[in-house]
Nanobody
Framework: QVQLVESGGGLVQAGGSLRLSCVASGRAFSNLNMGWFRQAPGTEREFVAGIDNSGDYTRYADSVKGRFTISRDNARNTVLLQMNSLKPEDTAAYYC???????????????WGQGTQVTVSS
């Protein structure tokens, strides 16, 4: 069973950058579709970015397109989320997820990390 551990969150000023990392266990990382989601207190979890198992396809929420980049490093069983030009509305707990489908739906993912907090100040 795959396990996911996120890191890289923190406090950053608006306009700054952070890079989130998600390290996955197991041999099957290259077969997993990966996604990033975020959830602010009192809100529903929302899709941020996804990458398919081959790495050939990516998708982004409209709110982050052009600012965030998802990538994967299969040699290190890692998926990354580079976040640039951060805005206060990006403040949330960010979660890494894996599953059998290339999807923007949270219900399509089987395994979730514990989350890493991103706080963007104005």
């Amino acid at each position: 069973q795959v396990q996911l551990v996120e890191s890289g969150g923190g406090l950053v000023q608006a306009g700054g950058s952070l890079r989130l990392s998600c390290v996955a266990s197991g041999r099957a990382f290259s077969n997993l579709n990966m996604g990033w989601f975020r959830q602010a207190p009192g809100t529903e979890r929302e899709f941020v970015a996804g990458i398919d198992n081959s790495g050939d396809y990516t998708r982004y929420a409209d709110s982050v397109k052009g600012r965030f980049t998802i990538s994967r490093d299969n040699a290190r069983n890692t998926v990354l989320l580079q976040m640039n030009s951060l805005k206060p509305e990006d403040t949330a707990a960010y979660y890494c997820a894996s599953g059998n489908f290339y999807s923007a739906r949270a219900s399509s993912y089987d395994t979730w990390g514990q989350g890493t907090q991103v706080t963007v100040s104005s």
